[in-house]
């Protein structure tokens, strides 16, 4: 039977029905029913954010964190304008999340209202889809289908804009089972001759490698599983974009680390040298490739990928396998063990003395100091104290999110949330409070750089508000880092605009949000301090004043292929040439 | 009708196009997009291709199939290979989209398109756009003493063909409908 209901109840009912636990939002006079419904019960709890940057943000953390879909509501005009970059975010990072969105009365639609905005107009690039709904019977089946694209194929966000005559309008309302759905279903199992294609050059290959991304994080628990047990079986070493570390345990024995610009050494030698690649989850990004022509010359490419668009966008692949990763990495561990589980023992052999002597090079070293506290320091620091912790990486973008990656550990998946594609300054806060308020026992930690943090540092309201612990870890050079760097390297050391001045002091800023402040520039005092930050039960803010020119290597330049990798500052001089500078 | 090979350093690229014209092969498709005939799905697809800097060269779209509420969006495309297999996958990923044929590839295919030319003119050069017009079976819509709107459906070069020669006729206007394409055959 259906029940008649009014809009603004159907969308609490719909989130319900969907399991919501919780939604980030912020209220205004589009969404007004909407709050009324919120406001009469206590199934889904709604976090107060900010700014609707935030809410969007948060709900990406907690669906990363989660492999659930997060939800925020925003209300007309400026709340949903708002919630463009982090719908832009959660798009090229491929996050389910569903987010809501008043709007002025159908009858008032294009007469330039008050807080109107063509809200689908601007979010149809940056959603995987979005709808205006006109009509309350249309409503509770539309919110079931956003629910379902989200989370279906690759993964993204959806936009639902409701006007406000809509929410108050009464209908009957679609449960989940009746809503439309057959006319979006992706394959997920992948062509079973593709798959034993792959097979079959994986038992020959003399330097193979397993090059994987986000796409293993989004299948889910299984195919990390899945990755595991095929990388440990074959004994192939294995290399992870930024958004797919934790897919395979970073202490694992076939561990290279992350490749790409800011990669090891060792990871984008591998990829060059390589004769087979296997990229599983992954999409070729520009931080990964370098320059095309030169990309890994000599190797047969196999692309497991859930979005066919993905392939041969950008590289030309030999074995094209479109399907869920998890559901094509079973089949193919089941092919390979029929098979006779056979692999080139005598290549794999020398394959892994050649990465041995990359490893030697121990790209990750840096000069150290006693006097002035190095970012990459505080980073061994913070992972050998939160070790073996239930510990959750949020970062915002730049040189610290870059040396997290590098000398941060991740044993599992979903406990690294950054915001790669887009490179979003101002995503770690609000993530960090998304996936504290999914795991409110868990120590979540946000990687900032000063300069990222302020973006949407009113946050920690937010954070005060709904008592969310998050640490706020800041390494601060005074400087928009890696601005700095790419002007020392490419624009003759002119550094327009890239210091930070007028910092506020960032112990004073948590007293007057009522949370703790720390302090620390000396190197000795680093480890109590950061035993103190996690010790306190409240959110700190961790102002860490770190060397102010520290460069991020090993650095790939732009327009540069992998084995021109620089790993120092003795090997920057005019490396990079007028073509190389037109690139980002 | 088979691959067509635009002559290099052609100049019909969209504003967006950041590609050399000259580096590679530039081939024109003609693609048949089945959709949901919802709002805003034109926006959709025309979106994709400013977005991603691919071509339009014709766009014609209405509603097939009233029942399903489908409609049929026929593009005509250009664009290297590689990046016509691009646009193919993404607009099959739009979740609004149910089916993307490429007529260029997947064997004959008949395209057509309607356009109203307007000549003006009176003497010779009405009697010789008259007699033009009926050697390509172009209909008379209306008329005047002094002017004449013909109407012809053909293939884009048939029409292109005709404009020409209307030109020094006294052509006044041209309203073309885009190309209607399917694939011959059952």
Redesign the interface.
């Known amino acids: 039977m259906t029940k008649a209901m009014t809009g603004a109840r159907m969308v609490v009912q719909a989130l319900k029905d969907q399991g919501v636990d919780v939604v980030f939002g912020y209220p205004g006079g589009a969404v007004l029913p909407i709050y009324d419904e919120i406001f009469q019960q206590n199934d889904i709890r709604h976090i107060l954010v900010r700014h609707e940057q935030g809410a969007v943000h948060m709900a990406e953390g907690y669906a990363r964190s989660t492999g659930k879909v997060g939800v925020a509501l925003v209300t007309s005009g400026p709340g949903a304008t708002n919630a463009v970059t982090g719908l832009t975010d959660a798009l090229m990072d491929s996050i389910p999340i569903v987010v809501l969105s008043g709007q002025v009365p159908t009858f008032m639609i294009g007469t330039d209202g008050f807080q109107e905005a063509d809200t689908?107009?601007i979010t149809?690039?940056c959603t995987?889809?979005?709808w205006?709904v006109k009509d309350t019977a249309k409503l509770s089946g539309t919110i079931h289908e956003a629910f379902h694209?989200a989370r279906s194929?690759?993964h993204g966000p959806v936009l639902i804009d409701i006007p406000k005559d809509v929410q108050f309008a009464t209908a009957d309302y679609t449960p989940m089972q009746r809503a439309r759905t057959e006319?979006?279903q992706?394959r997920v199992k992948g062509d079973i001759e593709a798959i034993t294609a792959m097979v079959e050059m994986l038992e020959t290959a003399e330097r193979p490698i397993f090059y994987t991304g986000g796409g293993v994080i989004n299948s889910g628990v299984a195919a990390s599983q899945l990755l595991r047990e095929f990388v440990d079986a074959t004994g192939f070493p294995i290399t992870s974009t930024l958004m797919g570390l934790g897919a395979y345990p970073a202490s694992g024995k076939s561990w290279l680390g992350m490749l790409g610009m800011h990669g090891l050494y060792e990871a984008n030698l591998a990829m060059h040298g390589c004769d087979l690649m296997i990229n599983v989850g992954a999409r070729f990004d520009d931080r990964i490739t370098g320059r095309i022509k030169d990309f890994s010359p000599h190797s047969r490419k196999v692309h497991i990928d859930i979005?066919?668009?993905s392939?041969?966008?950008v590289i030309?692949v030999d074995v094209p396998i479109i399907g869920d990763v998890g559901h094509v990495l079973e089949d193919a561990l089941r092919i390979w063990k029929a098979r006779g589980r056979k692999v080139n023992k005598e290549g794999l052999a020398k394959w892994w003395k050649q990465i041995a002597e990359w490893k030697a090079v121990n790209c990750l070293d840096y000069k150290p100091s006693t006097k002035t506290i190095k970012p990459q320091y505080a980073l061994q620091r913070l992972e050998a104290l939160t070790k073996g912790m239930d510990r959750y990486i949020t970062t915002e973008v730049g040189q610290h999110q870059m040396w997290a990656a590098q000398f941060l550990g991740f044993e599992g998946p979903n406990r690294w949330m950054t915001s790669g594609g887009l490179g979003t300054m101002g995503y770690g806060l609000p993530a960090s409070i998304g996936v504290q308020v999914a795991h409110p026992e868990a120590l979540v930690i946000n990687v900032a750089g000063e300069a990222s943090w302020l973006m949407n540092m009113q946050e920690m309201g937010t954070a005060m508000q709904f008592r969310a612990p998050v640490k706020q870890f800041i390494l601060n050079n005074e400087r928009l880092g890696m601005v700095r760097q790419w002007q020392e390297l490419l624009h003759g050391e002119r550094y327009s605009h890239s210091w930070s001045e007028s910092l506020p002091d960032f112990v004073k800023l948590a007293e007057a949000f009522g949370c703790k402040g720390l302090k620390v520039s000396d190197p000795k005092d680093l480890d109590d301090a950061i035993m103190e930050m996690i010790r306190y039960d409240g959110p700190v803010i961790f102002d860490c004043l770190v060397e102010k020119h520290e460069n991020c290597f090993p650095m790939i330049p732009s327009g540069k292929p992998h084995n021109e990798m620089l790993l120092g500052e003795a090997d920057t001089q005019g490396v990079i040439g007028a073509k190389g500078a037109v690139l980002v | 009708m088979s691959a067509l090979n635009i002559k290099r350093g052609s100049t019909s690229h969209s504003a967006y196009d950041l590609r050399d014209p000259n580096a590679e092969i530039i081939e024109s498709h003609t693609l048949a997009v089945v959709v949901d005939n919802e709002s805003g799905v034109l926006a959709r697809v025309i979106g994709l291709f400013s977005g991603r800097g691919y071509n339009i060269e014709s766009l014609t779209v209405a509603e097939t199939d009233h029942a399903r509420h489908l409609s049929r969006i026929t593009i005509v495309t250009t664009g290297t290979p590689e990046v016509i297999e691009q646009i193919k996958a993404q607009l099959g990923r739009m979740v609004p989209v149910h089916e993307v044929h490429d007529l260029t590839v997947e064997g004959p295919s008949v395209q057509r398109e309607l356009a109203l030319f307007k000549v003006a003119g009176k003497g010779e050069a009405r009697i010789e756009a008259l007699r033009l017009a009926e050697i390509f079976r172009a209909h008379v819509v209306d008329s005047t003493l002094e002017s004449f709107v013909f109407e012809m459906t053909g293939t884009p070069e048939k029409i292109d063909s005709f404009a020409e020669l209307m030109r020094p006729l006294g052509l006044k206007e041209i309203a073309r409908t885009g190309v209607a394409a399917l694939a011959r055959g059952v």
Do not use: Q, W
């Open positions: 689908v107009g149809r690039p995987k889809m979005n205006l694209v194929g690759r006319h979006y992706p979005d066919p668009s392939i041969n966008k030309r």
